[in-house]
């Protein structure tokens, strides 16, 4: 039986696993035990990694359409890659090169997302390129970029966790996302140390706490500036390491001050007794972590929001100590690494922005072209998306690695813009939601059939390892790059294997602040992975990158003032209820992947809303009844599931599923100024129960 080490498909935990392929049995998963990020576990996401790759309609052929009204009927790949490309080419030539536009995906490998990148730039031209990683972690890289000079997601590795003596984790529930994270915050505590969770829900990671703060959605920012007028107010701020190793304290200061504790406790409902316990812990312990997740992020503020969260970090002397600092926990796959190497629309890769002239002299003499050729940065996702098919956004759209049908805010206005497209082509494994509305579909490797690199929340580089062959008909990303930049006469390499790719990233990426240059298929083999920057070869990686100084041009930390504003929709007469979103154990993301998993799809069924048994009762709403839940922008139909874990002006509904059920139909796109970020986690709604149906089940909701 042929063994094949490798890692977990899902979140960016790339928590170790062997694949076992006994010939014609299904491969079978077994954990690894020489990975710390999983160190023998895995969730159950993990334990049925395999199954997806069998899942009945998988695809093994390209589709397409004759014409806008016709089915998707199966077609050859030449014919399928004649299309895409005749069709770009009418189109780049009547509108120009933007008329053509890419979106990729935070779960590509950093060869594909590397390679993407260059695609748009080169071969179509365009700077109308980003992903939905920017529905993920621009927020907090933002926030991360502006405060220490360089956007990793953990201070170090996640081992250091064990030996905190307090974590505080804001808008995160990773005993749900990634389980097998909690091995480490329940080290920690089994060694004293306290966990302090801060959640409007009390999720499965805020029953483990010693401590939950349950804020009104969208006040973060009043809290973590309460949380700091505390520690200041009670001497528990590091004078001595303020002053070596920040600079702009006493603009934070003074927003503080506004902030006494009864005025928190008013905007935030946190009583004032477990904020000044909460900075209490995190000042008294020898090493603490302060850390963010999505429910901080993903707001019109979420810059802001984080920013106020490593102020307090920074005034209690966390970042740039051994097992300590601030750091986030990436979500999709290759988060980190996803948005390091070119998918962004302002960055070229090795963290490089584009519009900096010796960034693009760099990278175009790797690519082997002029830098005047290379556009400019263009539009983030949501205005990516936005913009499809308008009289001055593009006409094309090419898709990797992503399902915005679902995942993307306003969903129903999304849908609409793809279908005004004059041109839709996606890469997918199966038929999506998004790529039943494509013109041409075009079939994908996955994880365990082909090979790569991925960085994980900790900015560990890591080898992906092919188990298996891909069925016959199916190509992988880096395939169909290099056939469509072939037909399209692109300059430069389009190699389709891994390794060649990832040393022409190497070279891309040299002295960019995420510098792979010294990191090798070979180093990440010996090493368990490599951590960046690595410079050169004989750099040993960098697992703490913050201890001598910060990557900043005095070297110094940057603290920012920031004022709570509130949630860009608050709740009134009309909408008088907070929706909050985000995900459940069994399923992962836009669901295109778990929902085909029989264990998984019998364990989370369908779309529901959850919400407080007093906000039912005043809405005649009864458990497991149908529920119409509406905003200002769609309507979703969701079964109730009554919780006394919730807020009772809060309901929260799992993003996982398409059809009448989707959750993205309710939430509002108001961008975040600074990182392009939709406001995912709070808008306003209201609730109506449904007439019950034949078994009682809300149509729809499975």
Known sequence: MAETPTHCPYCALQCGMTLHDGGPEPLRVTPRDDVPAN???????????????????????????????????????DEALDRVTAEVGRLRERHGPDAVAVFGGGGLTNEKAYQLGKFARIALGTSQIDYNGRFCMSSAAAASGRAFGLDRGLPGPVTDLAASGAVLLAGGNPAETMPPFMRHLARMREGGGALVVVDPRRTATARQADLHLQPTPGTDIALANGLLHLALAEGLADEEYIAARTTGFDAVRTVANAYWPDRAERITGVPVPLMREAVRLLARASRAHVLTARGSEQHARGTDTVSSFINLALALGLPGREGSGYGCLTGQGNGQGGREHGQKADQLPGYRRIDDPQARAHVAGVWGVDPGALPGPGRSAYELLSALGTADGPKALLLFGSNPVVSAPSAAAVQERLGALDLLVVADFVPSETARRADVVLPTAQ???????????????????????????????????????????????????????????????????????????????AE??????????????????????????????????????????????????????????????????????????????????????????????????????ESRRGAATVTARLTGAIRSDTVFIPFHWAGEGRANLLTNPALDPVSRMPEFKVCAVRLRPLPAEGDGAAPGAR
């Open 447 to 525: 994880w365990a059939e082909e090979s790569g690199t991925m960085t994980n929340l900790e900015g560990r580089v890591l080898r992906r390892r092919r188990a298996v062959r891909p069925p016959g008909g199916v190509r992988t990303d880096l395939e169909i790059l290099a056939a469509l930049a072939e037909r399209l006469r692109a300059p430069g390499e389009w190699s389709t294997d891994p390794r060649a790719v990832f040393g022409e990233l190497r070279r891309a990426s040299a002295g960019g602040p995420a510098d792979y240059s010294g990191i090798t298929y070979e180093r990440i083999e």
């Open 39 to 77: 160190g023998g576990g895995l969730c159950q996401k993990g334990w049925t990694a395999a199954e997806v790759l069998t899942v009945p309609d998988r695809l093994t052929a390209p589709l397409m359409r004759r014409d806008r009204d016709a089915p998707l009927e199966p077609c050859g790949w």
């Open 528 to 629: 368990g992975g490599v951590f960046w920057p690595c410079p050169s070869p004989d750099h040993p990686g960098t697992p703490r990158p913050y201890l001598d100084r910060f990557p900043t041009p005095d070297g110094r930390a940057r603290f920012v003032p920031v004022e709570h504003r509130g949630a860009a929709e608050d709740v009134d007469a009309d909408y008088p209820v907070y929706l909050t979103t985000g995900r459940v154990l069994a399923q992962y993301q836009s669901g295109a992947q778990t929902r085909r998993v029989r264990r998984l799809a019998e364990a989370a069924p369908g779309p529901f809303v959850e919400l407080h048994p007093d906000l039912a009762g005043r809405l005649g709403i009864e458990d497991g009844a149908g529920v119409r839940v």
